[in-house]
Structure formats: structure tokens, C-alpha cells
């Protein structure tokens, strides 16, 4: 299968032309090329150029508004809301990003809620900046049914990814993105595309058995939660977060009043944001971290979050990044279809 090298911006461009052309304004389309072209830069396929046709499918069924303006609303001097609008998220956090900074700085914690949004990208994406401002910062996301609860039958979680980024001064943020579930749906949609098997453990087919076909858990299966009843939990908590505090739906709602055309439901997202400074520790906490830091890596194979996602970032900003062929013919079809 042949790929093409490409950048960033050339993919940035690619997505504006293809949400243009299919009913998004210059505005949601632009911050939603920020965040593919991202999320191939880095590295992560799955949430890239591969997702293009699940946007492409709600702007042309009408569930997503691609020219909605998201509405910022400081209800509490710690709390931020966004009304993203039927829009995209990307827009929805850019608009908010700012209000949920200066408020963290403010009152040393804040908490943004997302409401009326359709995700369907990376967290990390969405956490970077915060960090990068020198907040330790922290986001959820839900979606529809697609993880069984530790011990029953059938789906009721979404995959439910949870991000936590820690500020790290002059370098680059220490973030980690991981969905709840045990290997991230998209990962496993890649997988069957391929026809590569997954790790015994990943998901149950139509049956409720264990299976390692990718294709099988994604047509009529599910995911398993990581760790069992931990992550069982943890997607319970991920739930109550972003639909129980904000009201808007819980995975099980969302697919119940979805229309099933292949893009994101309409729902929430919650984000905290943590000032450092403001935690008694203003002088030494930055030193203190980095000492932690530096003896986790010293460790003979541990793994620092985060380090893979900056290494392909620094090596496809050299290098180019390579794209599937088929990928790119498939969005450039989106534009010549309308």
C-alpha cells in the first residue's frame, strides 16, 4: 500500500478543503485541521486523516452544525462553560481555552464544561496548551457504548479517554492520553482495516467471546475495560464527570439518540485546570517534579508519556509524514463528490 510524505500544513490544508466543501465554515474548519494534522504529525493515525469520513458523514446529514459559534460563559468564578453549538469541539475548546487558563490563575483550580459538542479527536491535543501555559491540566471525554462493565454482557461505557498533561517549564509537557478501554476503538478499527489480529483481551465478539479479530469486536462486539474492574470504575467515573455534571448525555443516551451515520454523537467533554503556583509549594514544586521525573527515567525500561508522541513530532517535521495513498484519495473524493 503506497504513501505519500506530506506536512503539516499540507494536511491542515487537505481537511480545510474537504469540511469547506461539505458544509463547515473557514473558522471550524481550520481549528479542526489543527487538530488531525496534529494528530498525524505525532504520530496517531488513528484520530488523523482516518477519521475524515465520520466528519464528512454528519456535515452531510446535517448532525453537525460546521458553521456554529460556540458561546463562552464564565458561570462561576472557577467554572467555564462552552455551548459549542452542534459544532465540532475544536472550536468549542479554542474559544474556551483562555477563560479556563485565566481562571486557574485566578482561583488556583477551574473547571470548563463542554456542552453540545461532537469529539471525536485526541485529548492530548486539547491538554498540550494548557500545560505548555504551566497549568497541570486534565480532560474527559465520553462517546457511545462500545466497553462492556467489568462483569456483564453487553456495552453500556463508552471508550471514555481521560488526559492528564504536567507543565515541565522550559520542556515540552509531560502528557498522557489513554482511553478507558483496553486498547483505544480506533486503534482497533485500524487494526481490522489492516487485518491485524489484537492482544487476547482487547474485546468480545458478537458472542461475548474473547477474540483477537479486530473486525469482530468492531461489527457487533465490544471492547473490554483495561485492568478489569479498575477500568470499570474509572469508565463510571469518566461518565458521571462529563454527562452527570454537565447534563448532557451518558454513552448509553448519546446512542440512543444518535442517528448512526458514522460521526461523533452530540455530547460533553470536562476539563480541569490547576495553577501550581498556587498550591504552597510556588518556590520548588517545578524542581521538586523534575527530580521525580528524572528517577522514573533512569529506570531501565520505563517509559515516559509522551516521549514517542515528540520524537515522531520532531522526526515528521524533518522527515515529512507519510500518509496512505488511499487516505488521501479517499478526502480528496469528499471534494469532488460536492
Not at 456495552?155 to 515541565?168: E, K
Request: with cysteine; glycine share 10%; net charge negative.
Amino acid at each position: 500500500m503506497s504513501s505519500v510524505l506530506m506536512t503539516e500544513s499540507d494536511i491542515q490544508q487537505l481537511v480545510v478543503e474537504c469540511l469547506i466543501a461539505n458544509g463547515c465554515n473557514s473558522e471550524n474548519a481550520a481549528a479542526l485541521g489543527r487538530t488531525i494534522s496534529a494528530a498525524e504529525r505525532d504520530g496517531s493515525a488513528s484520530h488523523g486523516l482516518f477519521r475524515m469520513p465520520g466528519y464528512i458523514a454528519s456535515l452531510r446529514s446535517g448532525k453537525v452544525d460546521g458553521c456554529s459559534v460556540p458561546i463562552v460563559e464564565k458561570i462561576s468564578p472557577s467554572v467555564v462553560k462552552v455551548d459549542g453549538k452542534r459544532g465540532y469541539a475544536p472550536l468549542a475548546l479554542e474559544k474556551g481555552r483562555e477563560a479556563l487558563i485565566d481562571a486557574a490563575r485566578e482561583n488556583g483550580i477551574a473547571a470548563m464544561a463542554l456542552v453540545n459538542v461532537h469529539h471525536f479527536a485526541s485529548l492530548w491535543v486539547e491538554v498540550e496548551p494548557i500545560a505548555e501555559a504551566g497549568l497541570v491540566a486534565m480532560a474527559f471525554t465520553t462517546y457511545k457504548p462500545a466497553v462492556v462493565p467489568a462483569g456483564a454482557k453487553k456495552p453500556l461505557f463508552g471508550t471514555n479517554p481521560m488526559c492528564f498533561g504536567w507543565p515541565r517549564g522550559d520542556q515540552p509537557p509531560l502528557v498522557f492520553d489513554q482511553a478507558s478501554a483496553s486498547m483505544a476503538r480506533g486503534e482497533v478499527m485500524i487494526a481490522a482495516r489492516d487485518g491485524h489480529p489484537v492482544p487476547l483481551g482487547t474485546g468480545v465478539d458478537a458472542e461475548g467471546e474473547l477474540t483477537t479479530d479486530a473486525a469482530k469486536i468492531i461489527e457487533g462486539g465490544a471492547l473490554l475495560p483495561f485492568g478489569g474492574h479498575k477500568g470499570s470504575t474509572i469508565a463510571m467515573m469518566i461518565e458521571l464527570l462529563v454527562a452527570g455534571l454537565t447534563g448532557m448525555d451518558f454513552s448509553y443516551e448519546a446512542q440512543l439518540n444518535d442517528n448512526d451515520d458514522g460521526g461523533p454523537p452530540n455530547g460533553g467533554e470536562f476539563m480541569l485546570a490547576i495553577d501550581p503556583n498556587k498550591f504552597g509549594d510556588a518556590d520548588n514544586w517545578l524542581a521538586h517534579s523534575e527530580a521525580f521525573i528524572a528517577q522514573l527515567a533512569s529506570m531501565e525500561g520505563a517509559h515516559i508519556p509522551g516521549d514517542r508522541r515528540y520524537q515522531n513530532r520532531t522526526a515528521h517535521q524533518k522527515s515529512g509524514i507519510a500518509v496512505k495513498q488511499e487516505v488521501i484519495d479517499r478526502c480528496r473524493g469528499f471534494i469532488s463528490e460536492q
